[in-house]
């Protein structure tokens, strides 16, 4: 996989989404239905297994 930066590529696009969480993604799904172009940057190089919901503690009653 290669980075942007060794890509050197100039990319037009009317949006720039960080994080593909749920927000950014739904931002960009929505963003898209609307013919709006939307590049989505992402830190992690894979997806976590396990949703961020599972990952901390139950809340206490």
């Known amino acids: 996989m290669t980075s942007i ?3 050197h590529r100039k990319l037009d696009v009317r ?3 960080f994080d593909a969480g749920a927000d950014g993604l ?4 929505d963003l ?3 013919r ?3 590049l989505i ?3 992690q190089l894979r ?3 396990l949703p961020k919901m599972e990952r ?3 809340p206490s009653i």
């Open 26 to 29: 739904t931002l960009a799904i």
């Open 15 to 17: 949006v720039l989404v």
């Open 32 to 34: 898209g239905r609307h």
């Open 41 to 43: 940057v992402e830190k």
């Open 47 to 49: 997806a976590s297994r």
């Open 56 to 58: 901390g503690h139950r």
């Open 5 to 7: 930066s060794e890509q």
């Open 36 to 38: 709006i172009d939307v």
